[in-house]
């Protein structure tokens, strides 16, 4: 059964002199305007909150792929940086990632990172977007 989240936003005025609120069904609030989105600064983006929900959704299928390898991480820190340019689009998701995650070397840890990559339900949903692995760092 599938499990379903939900945002709205409210509009007000045109692209270049209007704003907006985005309420996440968990009742968090963000403001936005096209200068943040197109200038960057002073509200949120569309594109935030896809780096938010790649870089969430990855730490977890990461977490996946090791634990089904039998490596349990201690931690996982992954970040992701959406571009967006004006009048082209979304062009990039950039993630990046450092583990503790006892028993691996850095390369087999890379490995699994960029099998997290493919396997992260929201870079399938991204699938007409540039997705690299910028860093995959293991930890002492």
């Given at each position: ?29 963000f403001d936005l ?21 790649h870089a969430s ?48 070397t850095q390369e ?33």
């Amino acid at each position: 059964m599938p499990i379903t989240s939900t945002a709205s936003t409210q509009w007000t005025g045109g692209l270049g002199s209007g704003s907006g609120t985005t309420t996440l069904g968990t009742g968090s609030t963000f403001d936005l305007t096209w200068r943040a989105r197109a200038e960057e600064g002073g509200a949120s983006t569309p594109e935030e909150f896809l780096a938010a929900a790649h870089a969430s959704c990855y730490a977890m299928a990461l977490s996946h792929t090791l634990g089904e390898a039998g490596h349990e991480p201690e931690t996982l820190a992954t970040s992701a940086k959406v571009s967006f340019v004006p009048g082209t689009g979304i062009t990039t998701s950039v993630l990046t990632v450092q583990g503790s995650v006892p028993g691996l070397t850095q390369e087999q840890f890379a490995e699994y990172a960029e099998q997290a990559k493919a396997g992260c339900p929201v870079s399938q949903a991204l699938a007409g977007v540039e997705i690299r692995l910028e860093s995959a760092e293991l930890s002492a």
